[in-house]
């Protein structure tokens, strides 16, 4: 094995790197807001919403990330590439996160509810100050893993030609006609970005574990 | 001040009301006592309508309550503590007291604060403040849910088998803090298994069974003269 590609190339890496961090924050973002909504959908009284998010849940979970990207990437034909890879990757996880946080909101004691009901606070208010936040608290672990999986399947946007790490890392086993190191690189690069992300989770764990 | 008028509930085929009447006025202490699966929670929460009833009537201050009414606000004259307490665990005791007064009557901080240390003064917690509630004895946290309920100024007191979750050491402080309540003329229904308690500060007993009110009276009548057979038996076990 031989690494001195790194030296001339090393540029590849640095913008694929931060594309993916990029595309992978930005569905993070989208995909917790997403998410958010559909599992409140979801969970209230309204049969019709309750239907529609289930119904939106379920394919998106029933279909492959690849075809959803292509179906966007091609379907909506100016859609810049990399708004579609943000598309794509937050219509995906929304559906996984709103399921994820479905099951914290089902986990939090129902006499939470009560208390909140029976003090005069409206659902709004209920959700926001009371149930939201020891939902997120039981979910963090779920949510972080979650996070971890999003990273890692982003790879899959290099195949619309957006730059991320993935893509230049095959640009760079074209021009150097090395099939296997910048693999290498680009795992542990991948790896340095989940491991440093799941340690992140852990920490935010441990802080709020005060009032345990 | 409240008054119900036949007030029914079923949950599927079983009926659990069959038709209840009760009228409180201000500053009574109503004692509800009865065997467990009498109806006697299922009652106390179809005046705040954490259970819809099935039919029937509740008045407060001379108003129906139904549908239109504006839900949140007749449940701020209403404080409630319940048999497991429902303390928020994300919010230190302070938080938990301060936060429905800050959010739902807009009061300044420093006002709903100095209200939170008047009550967890009344309930003796000061220490206890700036604790999250997992550090608590179950008697400690009641005492902070009633704190938490006081804090609204409530008209009226629910208390939903509030001692039916402690250890026996700690029910003495939490019933000691609900008596002194009674001294300050707060309107008080409480369902309760503890019978001693009823008998010293209420104002009135209903003894309930099979979802009626089977007998009521004053507590020195209905303990030591009941007249229904089922009451009788149910004292003879209890008392």
Redesign the interface.
């Known amino acids: 094995m031989e690494f001195g590609f790194l030296l001339k190339y090393y540029k590849f890496f640095i913008t694929g790197t931060a594309n993916t961090l990029l595309l992978s924050l930005l569905t993070v973002v989208f995909g917790l807001l997403g998410g958010m909504i559909l599992s409140l959908l979801k969970v209230s009284n309204f049969k019709p919403a309750e239907k529609l998010a289930s119904a939106y849940i379920a394919f998106i979970r029933g279909t492959p990330l690849l075809v959803q990207l292509y179906i966007i990437y091609y379907g909506l034909k100016d859609i810049p590439m990399f708004a579609a890879g943000v598309v794509a990757m937050s219509v995906n996880s929304s559906a996984y996160i709103a399921e994820i946080i479905r099951a914290g909101i089902a986990a939090v004691?129902k006499?939470?509810f009560?208390?909140t009901?029976?003090?005069?606070?409206?659902p709004i208010?209920a959700y926001r100050?009371?149930i939201l936040?020891?939902a997120f608290?039981k979910i963090l672990p779920a949510l972080g893993n979650e996070f971890v999986i999003l990273i890692k399947e982003s790879a899959i946007v290099s195949v619309i030609g957006l730059h991320d790490l993935m893509y230049n890392v095959d640009t760079i086993r074209g021009i150097t006609y090395k099939p296997f190191e910048p693999l290498i690189a680009a795992a542990i690069i991948y790896f340095i970005l989940t491991a440093t992300l799941s340690k992140g989770v852990t920490l935010i764990e441990r802080r709020l574990q005060?009032?345990? | 001040m409240i008054k119900l008028k036949q007030i029914r509930k079923n949950f599927g085929d079983l009926n659990v009301l069959k038709g209840i009447d009760l009228e409180v006025s201000k500053g009574e202490v109503v004692a509800i006592i009865g065997p467990s699966g009498s109806g006697k929670s299922t009652l106390l929460r179809c005046i705040?309508f954490?259970e819809q009833p099935c039919g029937g009537e509740v008045h407060f201050e001379n108003e129906l309550i139904h549908d239109k009414t504006n839900m949140?606000?007749?449940?701020?004259h209403?404080?409630?503590v319940?048999q497991?307490?429902?303390?928020?665990?994300?919010?230190t005791v302070l938080e938990n007291i301060m936060?429905?007064p800050v959010?739902?009557k807009k009061e300044a901080k420093e006002n709903a604060y100095k209200t939170a240390m008047d009550l967890l003064e009344q309930v003796g917690l000061l220490d206890k403040k700036d604790v999250?509630?997992?550090k608590l004895s179950g008697g400690q946290k009641q005492r902070v849910a009633i704190a938490?309920?006081l804090a609204?100024h409530p008209k009226v007191m629910?208390f939903d088998e509030p001692t039916s979750a402690l250890d026996p050491e700690m029910v003495g402080e939490v019933l000691e803090v609900m008596k002194k309540l009674t001294h300050k003329d707060v309107t008080m229904i409480v369902v309760t298994h503890e019978m001693g308690f009823a008998k010293e500060v209420a104002d009135r007993v209903l003894f309930m069974d099979d979802g009626l009110v089977v007998e009521e009276n004053t507590p020195e009548y209905l303990f030591s003269q009941p007249q229904h057979p089922r009451t009788i038996d149910f004292l003879s076990k209890v008392l």
């Not at chain 1, 009901?117 to 409206?122: A, E, N, R, V």
């Not at chain 2, 497991?84 to 919010?91: G, S």
């Open positions: 004691d006499g939470q009560e208390a009901k029976s003090l005069g606070m409206s208010q100050q009371v936040p020891q608290k005060v009032s345990d | 705040n954490l949140n606000q007749y449940r701020e209403m404080g409630m319940f497991q307490f429902n303390l928020f665990p994300h919010k936060m429905a959010l739902l999250y509630p997992n938490r309920a609204m629910l």
